[in-house]
T-cell receptor
């Protein structure tokens, strides 16, 4: 069975701190995709990034970076120099292996960035 | 601009009522999903549909049913609402394939009293 675990329920940081959100996944499939979504207070989930199981290159997009490590089944998300606008709930998700297109989500991490 | 629209942002219903949550997408996506979001539990899949009139149970289908008569519309039905169905409900649509991103509606916060 597929599973995504985000062990950090809530994180609180002060503006300009770096913060890492952890994501650990379980799957028996060799081909799969991992995603990160952001849910701001408005409620609508916003897609941030996708990674496939064959691409372990880390990715950086502005203040955001992602570290994918198949050896530890982790896909962690780091925000550098956090800002108040980064306050949101962040979800990690997994898709793959004849699951009919289902996205399996983790529990979410609520990030609070204080000024 | 792609869009998934849920009919209500907030809804208050009484125990035992039949409740309809509507979702419409304008992207011609085959796949549509209903998730329930609760604190500490993340998003849990209730039902999904991969084509018109086709549906599959997700992880927590009990107490819910769905309808997909047209490609763009996916309805979630609470046959007899109960207080433990008080939650945030999120609709999503997605093209076929595991690599595609899903697009979400703004959510419906349902309170059953």
């Amino acid at each position: 069975a597929q599973k995504v675990t985000q062990a950090q329920t809530e994180i609180s940081v002060v503006e300009k701190e770096d913060v890492t959100l952890d994501c650990v996944y379980e799957t028996r499939d060799t081909t799969y995709y991992l995603f990160w979504y952001k849910q701001p207070p408005s409620g609508e989930l916003v897609f941030l990034i996708r990674r496939n199981s064959f691409d372990e290159q880390n990715e950086i997009s502005g203040r955001y970076s992602w570290n994918f490590q198949k050896s530890t089944s982790s896909f962690n998300f780091t925000i550098t120099a956090s800002q108040v606008v980064d306050s949101a709930v962040y979800f990690c998700a997994l898709s793959g292996g004849n699951q009919g297109g289902k996205l399996i989500f983790g529990q979410g991490t609520e990030l609070s960035v204080k000024p | 601009d792609v869009k998934v629209t849920q009919s209500s942002r907030y809804l208050v219903k009484r125990t035992g009522e039949k409740v309809f949550l509507e979702c419409v997408q304008d992207m011609d996506h085959e796949n549509m999903f209903w998730y329930r979001q609760d604190p500490g539990l993340g998003l849990r899949l209730i039902y999904f549909s991969y084509d018109v009139k086709m549906k599959e149970k997700g992880d927590i289908p009990e107490g819910y049913s769905v309808s997909r008569e047209k490609k763009e519309r996916f309805s979630l039905i609470l046959e007899s609402a109960s207080t433990n169905q008080t939650s945030m409900y999120l609709c999503a649509s997605r093209p076929p394939g595991d690599r595609t991103e899903a697009f979400f509606g703004q959510g419906t916060r349902l309170t059953v009293v």
